[in-house]
């Protein structure tokens, strides 16, 4: 998620040269590349027809090339100079690198460049798409409550009286302040993390956000950035749910995905039985996007009943995964130029089984 605040930038003298030179190594362009990153790292709040912008500016959105040419002074301040953006962090090198180059192309560079822009042959068969698919999916649905209940059982497996200040106080986190504090134990946390919990209906509504890092003993990483939010109304089969992560909530020493560092722009709603996926889930070796993706137990028990996925190719490109309504869990891939790659399966028994142990 990107959030911007006006700022005013100039060019220095060899500016143009660089510009010229990294615009060189930008040879996937808008289409090819540019559209696939923005609509996973800030399509969830910067785009025309996204209802809830959660503090995006109205107006600041990265549906085109020309709204991003036009803001690209703000996007490089924030996300590659002083790396506020996205909340969390979470991207490449290879991906800044691309952004760079891209930023630094003239306005038609970008958008048409020439000969460059017709995109390659897809560079992931059948099998690579759903290699992809299934790493990102065999972490489950991505609850928000349960990510922010590992993040709070590492903070008071090491929390002592005095660092992280209110990590020992549960429920964690109405407001911790921790200020660059080193533990008994010798972790290390810097960073602020407020959590607000309000009556909503007949249910509660838990938001969370944070900001800062921490560091084990053995130098592994803890990041917590961006927004957690999620709302539960019942229990058992009458309960409803939704759930929200923007941003990067994850160890290195964790098991499962958050030890894998990644980031997310994720939301989904449902209940007992059924639910519906959106969002992006990138980390290395694996960038994908559920669109609209949905369970259904009265329609697909232990499958898929619609919905699609898109898997990206570490060229930028993207093959679209649309499901067949069959309960197969199959579909037809298309890649970017509308080419067939065929039909791929995904193996959707790890969202199930996170779905029936949810508790919201």
């Not at 996205?86 to 306005?107: H, I, M, Q």
């Not at 209940?149 to 407001?175: K, Q, S, W």
């Not at 944070?210 to 089969?237: I, K, N, Q």
């Not at 098991?255 to 290395?284: C, H, K, N, R, Y």
Request: aromatic share 10%.
């Amino acid at each position: 998620m990107l959030l911007f605040l006006p700022l005013s930038m100039s060019c220095g003298p060899g500016d143009a040269e660089v510009a010229a030179e990294a615009c060189e190594t930008q040879s996937a362009g808008w289409d090819g590349w540019g559209r696939g990153f923005f609509t996973t790292w800030c399509g969830a709040c910067h785009s025309a027809t996204t209802a809830d912008r959660r503090g995006a500016p109205v107006g600041s959105n990265f549906d085109s090339w020309d709204e991003v040419w036009a803001q690209r002074a703000r996007i490089e301040e924030r996300v590659l100079v002083d790396e506020s953006m996205p909340l969390g962090g979470g991207l490449s090198e290879a991906d800044r690198a691309e952004l760079k180059a891209l930023l630094a192309c003239d306005d038609d560079a970008a958008s048409d460049p020439g000969d460059e822009s017709v995109i390659p042959p897809a560079s992931l068969d059948a099998a690579g798409v759903a290699a992809r698919a299934d790493r990102v999916v065999a972490g489950g649905i991505p609850f928000a409550s349960a990510w922010f209940d590992g993040f709070v059982d590492i903070l008071m497996a090491h929390a002592d009286p005095t660092c992280p200040e209110g990590a020992n106080a549960p429920p964690y986190a109405i407001r911790a302040a921790i200020e660059g504090c080193v533990t008994a134990d010798g972790w290390m946390f810097s960073g602020l993390t407020l959590r607000e919990t309000t009556a909503e209906g007949t249910g509660v509504r838990e938001v969370v956000v944070g900001d800062g890092w921490g560091r084990d003993p053995e130098g592994r990483s803890l990041v917590f950035g961006g927004e957690l939010e999620w709302w539960g109304d019942g229990t058992g089969a009458d309960a409803l749910w939704e759930s929200r992560i923007d941003g990067t909530w994850g160890y290195e020493g964790a098991p499962g995905w958050q030890g894998e560092m990644p980031s997310l722009s994720f939301a989904a709603a449902g209940a007992a039985a059924e639910a519906t996926l959106d969002g992006g889930i990138a980390f290395v070796g694996a960038v994908v996007y559920f669109d609209a993706l949905r369970l259904d137990a009265a329609v697909c028990p232990g499958s898929i009943a619609g919905g699609g996925l898109r898997v990206r190719d570490d060229a930028g490109y993207w093959t679209t995964l649309t499901f067949d309504e069959d309960c197969s869990a199959c579909g037809a891939a298309t890649f970017a130029d509308g080419s067939s790659i065929g039909t791929v399966c995904v193996d959707p028994a790890p969202l199930w089984a996170s779905l029936v142990g949810y508790d919201p």
